[in-house]
């Protein structure tokens, strides 16, 4: 099985440079498959050496998806795997994509992205926000404990796709920092391609400082309009629904047009901080509330701030924020 999956799959990590991260991913990969394809695309040349079964690609400093899109065109094996370099397999997790993916109707296949164990409160804070759908867009997708069916999406920190679909759907949008799988998913569902959740299909992932999900959510919101407009779905629609509260707060002069807008605007408030604080308390770790109501904080207005600073800033300024730590 493992020379049929090194034979038939090639492994696509996108990173902006060589870190921790990746080197563990790469490592974390070679314990299970020695000789399968990987090739990296960072935004610029490494001295670092790899071993022989390694492809740089150069690509500037780039989106994601503009990132697998160049790799793509690389992969000459039957299927790719897509994982993000903040992510790393514990078991032969591809092993039963390339089962899964004999089927015809089949598309692609993908599975659980875990949270790591961690002592750092801020990320497992985070991963705990993670299982709620208004931070993740499919929260079933951090847990192994979901059965196998088909759905209508699949992230594409933990994906197989046949290689003949990606191509043929021209890859993902490259002008989105965020939600790059969204275009992609919807091209697979429109053309009635099947994707499958498996959870014998799992990763690890990485969970964010709150520094860093603070910049995450600041870029989601930032697309989340233009997502919509694009590639209307369930999905992008919650990356525009993410932004909401931001936007209620930022309608305050209301309350002084009349009685029955002062009354609206104040129970929305109401409720608003109802669901911070409520948030805070299903998140909370340990007696840490205040750190718990901070980051329900995060996730409640810096959609919002996003999507208005995407009206303002320059697309350079969206580079310098868009962090993969």
């Not at 160049?70 to 992969?75: E, L, Q």
């Not at 089949?106 to 497992?124: A, M």
């Not at 965020?178 to 990485?206: A, C, R, T, W």
């Not at 600041?218 to 989340?224: A, C, D, L, W």
Request: aromatic content about 14%; hydrophobic content about 40%; proline content about 3%.
């Amino acid at each position: 099985m493992i020379k049929s999956v090194e034979k038939n799959i090639t492994i696509l990590i996108p990173s902006k440079v060589v870190d921790y991260n990746l080197n563990n991913c790469i490592k974390k990969i070679r314990k299970f498959y020695k000789k399968i394809k990987i090739i990296l695309i960072l935004d610029k040349y490494s001295k670092i050496k790899f071993d022989k079964n390694i492809q740089i690609l150069i690509s500037g400093n780039k989106t994601i998806g503009f990132k697998r899109n160049m790799g793509a065109k690389h992969v000459k094996t039957k299927l790719l795997c897509l994982i993000d370099s903040d992510a790393y397999p514990n078991s032969y997790w591809l092993n039963e994509s390339l089962y899964i993916l004999n089927h015809k109707e089949i598309s692609s296949v993908g599975g659980p992205n875990l949270s790591p164990k961690t002592d750092n409160i801020e990320k497992i804070l985070v991963a705990r926000s993670r299982k709620f759908s208004f931070v993740t867009l499919n929260p079933k997708m951090k847990s192994k404990k979901t059965k196998k069916h088909f759905l209508n999406f699949l992230p594409s920190c933990n994906l197989v796709i046949k290689t003949s679909v990606y191509k043929k759907a021209k890859g993902m949008d490259s002008k989105f920092y965020s939600g790059e799988e969204i275009s992609l998913n919807v091209f697979q569902n429109k053309l009635g391609y099947k994707m499958l959740f498996d959870p014998k299909i799992s990763v690890f992932h990485m969970d964010r400082d709150f520094k860093h999900f603070s910049r995450q959510r600041f870029i989601y919101g930032s697309t989340g309009l233009w997502q919509f407009l694009k590639y209307p779905c369930k999905e992008s629609f919650m990356l525009l629904l993410g932004s909401l509260p931001t936007l209620f707060c930022l309608c305050f002069p209301v309350i002084f047009f009349n009685e029955i807008l002062k009354l609206t605007y104040l129970i929305g408030t109401m409720m608003l901080i109802f669901l911070i604080v409520m948030n805070s308390y299903k998140i909370n770790y340990k007696n840490n509330f205040f750190k718990s109501l901070k980051l329900s904080v995060i996730i409640f207005i810096m959609p919002g701030i996003g999507l208005i600073a995407r009206l303002f800033l320059k697309d350079k300024t969206f580079k310098g924020l868009y962090t993969q730590k």
